[in-house]
Every structure is written in structure tokens, then in C-alpha cells.
């Protein structure tokens, strides 16, 4: 079953600050972060796994919680270059390399 | 650039007509994936390959087939085109899993 990423669009001012939520319904093992601009490919951020710790770099960091099954991706003083559509990917126990995505948050960086 | 190398770019083919769609992963990488996106239905995963053997395997259909050659690149078939299969396909690579992925840059199926 898809995850569920919350909010579907956002729009911000350069500087601000943005918080995007990735939800399943199934255990999870692990958890891609990719960011999608227009026309090209996926491009990987982070992965989560399950036992693991809050990664980051840069101003994205991402968090993993297990027992409510979600992972948050923070965007800290956002940049024009943030813009495009971040996608999570779950991976269940047992089948960790089946990700299954979101449909996608697509986050808008104004000047 | 990932790394990743996909052909063709496009490809724009009829109604039951079959269409195979190549892949060369990054140097090393052993783990091939192919994912297909559309408007509709977001980044769906297809199919798995780990030197050479499928590994997992999605929501590919049946009129679609996929292997991979010793030389670790792939090649993704798609047979009795539909209106429906008209999707970006996307090929990813990976040294293991789960691993960071590096996106090739697509193959734009259009079918009339």
C-alpha cells in the first residue's frame, strides 16, 4: 500500500523553513527520500532504517519514527534549488527493496 | 549526471506493438530496478535485478518481461502495447539494498 505524504503542494519564501510527512499503514524497514525536478530524474536524498538515526546534510534532515510507522523530512532555510517534488519510498519488513512511493510533495521556492 | 545510462530518450510506438527499453547501471553497481511513472498512478516499482537474477519483483504486468546480462546491463520488454503503458519508464542502479539509487534519466513511452 502507497504511503501517504502530507501536505501534497507547499509553497515558500526563500529562507523559510518546511516540513514534509511520509505515512504507511505496514511496518517499515526503511525510508528514501528523493526530490524530483521537472522532466528530470528522481534524485536520492536520504535513506532511514529502521534502528537507525536522524540523518542530514546540509539544511535536509530527515527523521524515522518506527512505532508510528512515519518519517519527516526537514528543509531548513530553503533555497530556490529546494523546488521540485520530494517523494518518499518505504520499504517493509521483508521486503525492504520493494519501495513503495508517495505520490508526491511538490514544494515551491519563491524568491 | 548519475551514471546511469537509458535508451532511447523516446520512443513513440503503435497499439500491439512490442518496444524494449535498455539500461547500463553505474560502474559497479550489481542491483538494476525499473519503475515506471505516469500522471496518474506516481512512481510505481516494476521489477528487480541483482547480478543478473530477479530479485523483487512489483507491479510489473505480465505482458511486461525484464532480465539482465552478465555484463550487468538491462533491458526491460514491453509487449502488447496499450494506450495505458504510455509512461515514463526509469531505470535506478545500486551497489546493494537497500542502498542509495541513482535514477537514469528516462525513457518516455508514448503509445498512439
Known amino acids: 500500500q502507497q504511503p501517504v505524504q502530507s501536505p501534497q503542494a507547499v509553497i515558500l519564501r526563500e529562507g523559510e523553513d518546511a516540513v514534509i510527512n511520509c505515512s504507511s499503514s505496514k511496518a517499515l524497514y526503511s525510508v528514501h527520500w528523493y526530490r524530483q525536478k521537472h522532466g528530470e530524474a528522481p534524485v536520492f536524498l536520504m535513506i532511514?532504517?529502521?534502528?537507525?538515526e536522524q540523518k542530514g546534510h546540509d539544511k535536509i534532515s530527515a527523521s524515522f519514527n518506527e512505532k508510528k510507522q512515519q518519517s519527516s523530512l526537514y528543509l531548513t532555510a530553503s533555497q530556490l534549488s529546494y523546488s521540485g517534488t520530494y517523494f518518499c519510498?518505504?520499504?517493509?519488513?521483508?521486503?525492504?527493496?520493494?519501495?513503495?512511493f508517495g505520490s508526491g510533495t511538490q514544494l515551491t521556492v519563491l524568491p | 549526471d548519475s551514471g546511469v545510462t537509458q535508451t532511447p530518450k523516446h520512443l513513440i510506438t503503435a497499439t500491439g506493438q512490442r518496444v524494449t527499453l535498455r539500461c547500463s547501471p553505474r560502474s559497479g553497481d550489481l542491483s538494476v530496478y525499473w519503475y515506471q511513472q505516469s500522471l496518474d498512478q506516481g512512481l510505481q516499482f516494476l521489477i528487480q535485478?541483482?547480478?543478473?537474477?530477479?530479485?523483487a519483483k512489483g507491479n510489473i504486468l505480465e505482458r511486461f518481461s525484464a532480465q539482465q546480462f552478465p555484463d550487468l546491463h538491462s533491458e526491460l520488454n514491453l509487449s502488447s502495447l496499450e494506450l495505458g503503458d504510455s509512461a515514463l519508464y526509469f531505470c535506478a542502479s545500486s551497489e546493494g539494498d537497500p542502498t542509495e539509487a541513482f535514477f537514469g534519466q528516462g525513457t518516455r513511452l508514448t503509445v498512439v
Open positions: 519510498g518505504t520499504g517493509v519488513s521483508g521486503s525492504a527493496r520493494q519501495l513503495t
Open positions: 535485478y541483482y547480478n543478473g537474477e530477479e530479485r
Open positions: 532511514l532504517l529502521k534502528g537507525g
